[in-house]
């Protein structure tokens, strides 16, 4: 193969002018020759002195994400004559960074953790290698182009080969008899096996693609699996967790957001009693544009408030709504004109809608602070780097105290962060889930108000150190471009900071005994 050919610098350096042009990335040779008046910058830069014939390893990594060689890899003629390993390893599908702090500490193989076993390390490896082959380079690409999660990888990721719509639900019966990636035994999964999967996922780097990938399921199907009766969850379960349907939680309204007393989407009993005639709308309801069903919050009378199951038809609507998420997220308006709702899709039982509605607060929150102190540290790792490869003013960033001062804060907060989250983990994992709302709602409204509150911080930080190109979508700073546009969802998604915070403080006054100075 031309590929396997092997030239010196020597020979690499007579080709070094328009028409005849080469040069080494990597330790690997292009010729450029052909493809010069089509490189984005301009032929000027390749033909410069210290690029054409030349190793343009470090000019082309402080300019270009690596991803960028694969589109390439056509022009690539040859490798360089060198024992010389690669001055800049490109990490292979599945591999953990060696970049310092870039993984939780339980992933450095130097490091131990009490709370992960092998059976989480099999599992992160599994879900890493999944996630870095099918996942990655189709969620970036949909993140810019607003283009949905495709049919094909949804429903990939249902297979039984990696049940990962089923994880992403957590603990619990739906797994039983199941064998998971890694090896996994249904019966075994716990919490720490469902942070795995979230922060693997969050690790591809697009926030608005992951939300359009069953985001809305994670929040608006826990009501059939605690509340719904067997024939419901033979009917909606199979075909979620295989990848070929929808669901969506449909809560807020334009008038009430996300207050439910303030709900005015009404529901009439048929004369017949046997269907419930829904009427109204809702907003901002996640993955809405593309679902299939719509668990549903409706006033059935002026002090009762029910959650039912709402099978799209001809008389529901939705239209997409544009925010700062990617349109792939699918966020939606959702109209209800005179829709038949069957009785029996009524879940708890009429009027005890809130309960509902409250029973999977303390779950949908932990997700998203697993989602934060992921993302956070993705985005420390990409500034870190970058840190390293930018030179302003004849030296690198990280050679600057100021910038040094600022990563500083970024890993201690993602250290405090990640650590924090392990040990509500780990309550989690030795509490029923009654206990869990009693005993953790307050911890758990602090922390996501702590790691959203942090996430502002970093991405403020890290768009500092990048500059203009951390407020460009694409190129160099994509990731950081997202994530300064994006983090406001998390501290907005499953209740405000100031909400979450005085809901923490509440919690503690609760339990506050008679104490004295």
């Known amino acids: ?114 709370y992960y076993g092998e059976s989480h390390r099999a599992l992160q490896r599994s879900m890493r290698k999944f996630f870095d082959d099918e996942v990655k380079a189709e969620a970036r690409a949909g993140e810019l182009s607003g283009d949905r999660p495709t049919a094909d990888l949804v429903q990939k990721m249902g297979q039984p080969e990696w049940d990962l719509h089923a994880m992403r639900m957590g603990p619990g019966k739906h797994l039983a008899g199941k064998t998971l990636p890694g090896g996994v035994k249904g019966e075994d999964f ?37 509340f719904g009766d067997e024939s419901m969850k ?42 419930w005639i829904v009427s109204g709308m809702k907003k901002w309801i996640t993955n809405g544009y593309f679902s299939d069903y719509f668990m549903t919050a409706v006033r059935t009378g002026p002090k009762s408030l029910t959650m039912m199951l709402i099978e799209r038809d001809d008389s529901v609507e939705t239209r997409k709504i544009r925010t700062s998420y990617s349109s792939a997220a699918g966020t939606a308006y959702v109209f209800f004109e005179s829709t038949k709702v069957p009785v029996e899709n009524v879940l708890g039982g009429e009027g005890n809608g809130l309960k509902v509605i409250l029973s999977n607060f303390n779950h949908e929150r932990w997700v998203i602070c697993c989602r934060i102190a992921r993302y956070s540290r993705l985005m420390f790792e990409e500034t870190w780097k970058w840190a390293h490869l930018r030179k302003s003013q004849g030296k690198r960033l990280i050679d600057q105290p100021v910038v040094r001062n600022k990563l500083a804060k970024m890993i201690y907060k993602c250290d405090m962060g990640q650590t924090w989250l392990e040990n509500i983990t780990y309550q989690m994992t030795h509490m029923s889930y009654a206990d869990q709302s009693a005993l953790l709602a307050g911890p758990m409204a602090l922390l996501k108000t702590f790691l959203s509150r942090s996430a502002g911080e970093i991405s403020d930080d890290c768009v500092q ?53």
């Open 234 to 275: 033979k009917r909606v379960l199979p075909d979620i967790f295989a990848g070929k349907k929808f669901i969506s939680l449909a809560i807020s309204e334009p008038q009430a957001g996300s207050d439910v007393q303030g709900i005015t989407t009404t529901a009439k009993l048929s004369e017949d009693g046997k269907h």
């Open 1 to 114: 193969m031309a590929s396997a050919k092997v030239y010196t610098l020597e020979q690499v350096n007579q080709h070094n002018k328009e028409g005849d042009l080469w040069l080494v990335v990597n330790n690997d040779v292009y010729d450029l020759s052909s493809f010069a008046d089509m490189h984005p910058g301009g032929a000027g830069v390749l033909l410069a002195a210290d690029i054409a014939g030349q190793d343009a390893s470090t000019a082309f990594f402080s300019l270009h994400r690596s991803e960028v060689l694969a589109k390439y890899t056509r022009l690539k003629i040859g490798r360089l004559d060198t024992t010389a390993p690669a001055p800049y390893p490109i990490l292979a599908a599945g591999e953990l960074s060696p970049v310092p702090h870039a993984e939780p500490d339980w992933l450095n193989p130097k490091f131990r953790s009490p």
């Open 465 to 517: 150190i990048w500059g203009g190109r951390g407020i460009t979508q694409g190129g160099m700073g994509a990731l950081i471009e997202q994530f300064q546009r994006t983090y406001k969802f998390d501290s907005i998604l499953g209740g405000s900071e100031e909400v979450l915070a005085d809901l923490g403080v509440r919690q503690a006054m609760k339990r506050m005994p008679q104490a004295v100075l």
């Open 190 to 226: 716990d919490y720490f096996h469902e942070l795995v999967v979230i922060q693997e996922l969050v690790r591809v780097g697009a926030p608005g693609w992951q939300a359009g990938c069953q985001a809305g399921m994670v929040i608006g199907l826990p009501p059939v699996l605690n």
